[in-house]
């Protein structure tokens, strides 16, 4: 087993879940690019490119030929034993996650369903986790359009799957406090003053519309907003944000209440200071209701720290940060 210093962290996508199962029931993550050749002796990427161009010789940008063959470089010569690997599942709410054994690659047949015959073996955690439970640079990292792709955050991988001993020391040491000491500025803000906040955040994030409507009466929503993605989608989102104590955990009836107060069509989202309980973050996708989004603490603060520009100055005074979300 590689030394935790050495354990990387990659993606490999499983055709937008379609092949999902097969990897999981098989024991193996997979790719099928050059599926005429055997690919157990090559050494280099160098050696990958005669082989590409002449299974694809209508590619002549050099540009495409050059992000193919690094995907398939990258998944047989850089993914190592030991090392951790990600797919999600094709119910995007959720990833499955697994540690790659000992003389991984093997060239395949397609007995199994499976087309693609490049594959590594990989050890399978027997449950999937929540997309959600990661941090925001992580959900926007595996957002990439690229089918095998390396994955830097890895601290937030460890820690959320349970097992924070694979951290490397040197990255133990980058964040003693940061999200402790951000979150205690913000709950220095009124229960108002938060929830003008959230609202200042979904404009930031392209919600059209944000309006905060938090009142005594309200049924749990204290902000809505429509995001509009390039005419081809709208979502009319309903939002409860609420200021909670550091440690405390949002309960599942909380979470309900909101869900019963979305009109058909609409989703919600939860935002807090705090966390969630188990049974609340299983309430949040359950089948047959709206979906709503569940944002902690941790992720709050990333979710600022990455629009911090887009927030009114008053704001920015009020909270005593600067850009990076530094106390000033």
Same mark, same amino acid.
């Given at each position: 087993?590689?030394?935790?210093?050495?354990?990387?962290?990659?993606?490999?996508?499983?055709?937008?879940?379609?092949?999902?199962?097969?990897?999981?029931?098989?024991?193996?993550?997979?790719?099928?690019?050059?599926?005429?050749?055997?690919?157990?002796?090559?050494?280099?990427?160098?050696?990958?490119?005669?082989?590409?161009?002449?299974?694809?010789?209508?590619?002549?940008?050099?540009?495409?030929?050059?992000?193919?063959?690094?995907?398939?470089?990258?998944?047989?010569?850089?993914?190592?034993?030991?090392?951790?690997?990600?797919?999600?599942?094709?119910?995007?709410?959720?990833?499955?996650?697994?540690?790659?054994?000992?003389?991984?690659?093997?060239?395949?047949?397609?007995?199994?369903?499976?087309?693609?015959?490049?594959?590594?073996?990989?050890?399978?955690?027997?449950?999937?986790?929540?997309?959600?439970?990661?941090?925001?640079?992580?959900?926007?990292?595996?957002?990439? @359009? /690229?089918?095998?792709?390396?994955? !830097?955050?890895?601290?937030?991988? *460890?820690? $959320?799957?349970?097992?924070? %001993?694979?951290?490397?020391?040197?990255?133990?040491?980058?964040?003693?406090?940061?999200?402790?000491?951000?979150?205690?500025?913000?709950?220095?803000?009124?229960?108002?003053?938060?929830?003008?906040?959230?609202?200042?955040?979904?404009?930031?994030?392209?919600?059209?519309?944000?309006?905060?409507?938090?009142?005594?009466?309200?049924?749990?929503?204290?902000?809505?907003?429509?995001?509009?993605?390039?005419?081809?989608?709208?979502?009319?989102?309903?939002?409860?944000?609420?200021?909670?104590?550091?440690?405390?955990?949002?309960?599942?009836?909380?979470?309900? @209440? /909101?869900?019963?107060?979305?009109? !058909?069509?609409?989703?919600?989202? *939860?935002? $807090?200071?705090?966390?969630? %309980?188990?049974?609340?973050?299983?309430?949040?996708?359950?089948?047959?209701?709206?979906?709503?989004?569940?944002?902690?603490?941790?992720?709050?603060?990333?979710?600022?720290?990455?629009?911090?520009?887009?927030?009114?100055?008053?704001?920015?005074?009020?909270?005593?940060?600067?850009?990076?979300?530094?106390?000033?």
């Amino acid at each position: 087993m590689a030394d935790k210093k050495n354990i990387e962290l990659y993606c490999v996508r499983a055709e937008f879940g379609t092949y999902t199962q097969y990897f999981l029931d098989g024991g193996y993550v997979a790719i099928g690019w050059l599926p005429e050749n055997d690919l157990s002796n090559i050494k280099t990427r160098e050696e990958l490119y005669p082989l590409y161009r002449a299974a694809h010789p209508k590619d002549t940008s050099n540009v495409v030929i050059g992000q193919q063959v690094g995907q398939i470089a990258r998944f047989l010569l850089h993914i190592k034993s030991g090392d951790y690997v990600i797919t999600p599942a094709q119910n995007t709410e959720f990833i499955y996650f697994g540690t790659v054994l000992e003389d991984a690659y093997y060239f395949a047949d397609s007995l199994d369903g499976c087309p693609y015959l490049h594959r590594k073996k990989v050890k399978w955690n027997k449950d999937p986790i929540q997309r959600s439970l990661f941090s925001v640079p992580f959900q926007n990292t595996i957002r990439s @359009s /690229l089918t095998v792709f390396y994955i !830097s955050h890895k601290k937030n991988f *460890f820690t $959320t799957i349970g097992k924070p %001993q694979l951290v490397p020391q040197d990255d133990q040491r980058l964040e003693v406090d940061y999200y402790t000491s951000i979150l205690n500025q913000i709950l220095e803000l009124d229960d108002q003053e938060f929830e003008i906040l959230i609202t200042n955040i979904l404009t930031a994030l392209g919600f059209e519309g944000s309006e905060h409507t938090g009142k005594v009466g309200d049924g749990g929503v204290d902000a809505t907003g429509e995001l509009n993605v390039a005419n081809m989608a709208k979502i009319k989102l309903f939002v409860q944000a609420k200021r909670y104590k550091l440690g405390s955990r949002i309960s599942a009836n909380s979470v309900k @209440s /909101l869900r019963a107060n979305i009109p !058909s069509g609409g989703q919600g989202a *939860f935002i $807090t200071t705090a966390g969630f %309980q188990k049974k609340a973050k299983e309430i949040a996708i359950e089948s047959g209701f709206p979906r709503i989004g569940l944002i902690d603490g941790e992720q709050l603060v990333d979710i600022l720290a990455e629009h911090w520009n887009d927030i009114p100055n008053d704001f920015k005074e009020k909270l005593e940060l600067k850009t990076g979300l530094i106390p000033s």
